[in-house]
Nanobody, 127 residues
Framework: QVQLVESGGGLVQPGGSLSLSCEVSGLTFSPYAVGWFRQVPGKEREFAATIRWSYGTTYYGKFVNNRFTISRDIAKSTVYLQMNNLNPEDTAIYYC????????????????????WGKGTLVTVST
């Protein structure tokens, strides 16, 4: 059974940093990519970052503006999202997701391209 478990969310002040983790288990083969998305209640899920599992190639959403870094530790089957210079607009539930197969266009940004999802971790940026 494939599982993704996010951790690392919490309350942080504006300008602060958080590091999220996503541990992947239950896979018998390497996925194509692992991505991070975020969602605010009432809004669509928004692409944040993705990393190609084997090569480490990364791609970021437009709102990131060089503030986030996605990385992975293959030995630990874990993907990280380092978030710096956070602002209140970054408040959301952050989800990691697994893309099992290569897409024709390469790394995917659409949620529908991802096959498995974690339950999410809440990030709140506030004074």
């Amino acid at each position: 059974q494939v599982q993704l478990v996010e951790s690392g969310g919490g309350l942080v002040q504006p300008g602060g940093s958080l590091s999220l983790s996503c541990e992947v288990s239950g896979l018998t083969f390497s996925p194509y990519a692992v991505g991070w998305f975020r969602q605010v209640p009432g809004k669509e899920r928004e692409f944040a970052a993705t990393i190609r599992w084997s090569y480490g190639t990364t791609y970021y959403g437009k709102f990131v503006n060089n503030r986030f870094t996605i990385s992975r530790d293959i030995a630990k089957s874990t993907v990280y999202l380092q978030m710096n210079n956070l602002n209140p607009e970054d408040t959301a539930i952050y989800y990691c997701a697994l893309d099992l197969h290569e897409n024709p266009g390469g790394l995917a940004v659409a949620p529908r391209s991802y096959d498995y999802w974690g339950k999410g971790t809440l990030v709140t940026v506030s004074t």
